[in-house]
């Protein structure tokens, strides 16, 4: 089993769609929690960290469930330039990056 | 403002060659990181420096040699290609090893071993 399980998608929605993504974690020891974004062919940049409270950035929401170990990343009002793959990751100690495989996401007009 | 440069951007190698791929931040970041990424399975820890003089393993280093003399640079070296080794390299640095850190990445080395 992966210690970081994604979908890989792809989803494709319209334009102002809402969509969803889940991740699901394997050690529960996990201190922190991020989704990265990363564009074809280009370098993963950090998109927003997860905090156990909940957290709002604009169109996206991230939110942590600890006892289910799952994070969760909503778009809403989707636009074209959001189409990308999303990237789980979590840290479990010293800076040791995790990595799911990823969610493809294509909005199309 | 560089941030984390990687060279080269492309490579192709033959079965048995050695070769480094370069990393150099200029952010004065204590933590480096570099991860291999294959199609749909993430990115993988190769190997990790907490500073210079330091390095350590990480989940998939064989293969691979890597050094860190100064802050600012950490070269990978593959030591005899395979084209196993075939992948999308990702160099990474961070402030410190803390747990809501953010990694930055460099632009990435696409690797083919022949």
């Known amino acids: 089993r992966k210690e970081v399980e994604q979908d890989p998608g792809p989803f494709n929605v319209p334009e102002g769609a809402t969509v969803a993504f889940n991740c699901t974690y394997s050690?529960?020891?996990?201190?922190?929690f991020f989704w990265y974004r990363q564009d074809c062919r280009k370098e993963p940049k950090l998109l927003m960290s997860?905090?156990?409270s909940g957290n709002e950035d604009g169109r996206f929401t991230a939110q942590l469930n600890r006892a289910s170990q799952y994070i969760s990343l909503l778009i809403r009002d989707s636009k074209l330039s959001d189409s990308a793959t999303y990237l789980c990751?979590?840290?479990?100690?010293?800076?040791?990056?995790?990595f799911g495989g990823g969610t493809r996401l294509m909005v199309k007009p | 403002n560089a941030g984390v440069t990687q060279t080269p951007k492309f490579q192709v190698l033959k079965t048995g060659q050695s070769m480094t791929l370069q990393c150099a931040q200029d952010?004065?970041?204590?933590?480096m990181s570099w991860y291999r990424q294959d199609p749909g399975m993430g990115l993988r820890l190769i190997h990790y420096?907490?500073?210079?003089?330091?390095?350590d393993q990480g989940e998939v280093p064989n293969g691979y040699n890597v050094s860190r003399s100064t802050t600012e640079d950490f070269p990978l070296r593959l030591l005899s290609a395979a084209p196993s080794q075939t992948s999308v390299y990702f160099c990474?640095?961070?402030?410190?090893?803390?747990?809501?850190?953010?990694?930055?990445f460099g632009q990435g080395t696409r690797l083919t071993v022949v």
């Open positions: 952010m004065n970041h204590e933590y």
């Open positions: 990474a640095s961070s402030y410190s090893a803390g747990a809501h850190t953010e990694a930055f």
């Open positions: 420096s907490v500073g210079a003089g330091i390095t």
């Open positions: 997860v905090y156990s």
């Open positions: 050690n529960s020891a996990s201190q922190s």
């Open positions: 990751v979590v840290n479990n100690a010293g800076n040791m990056l995790t």
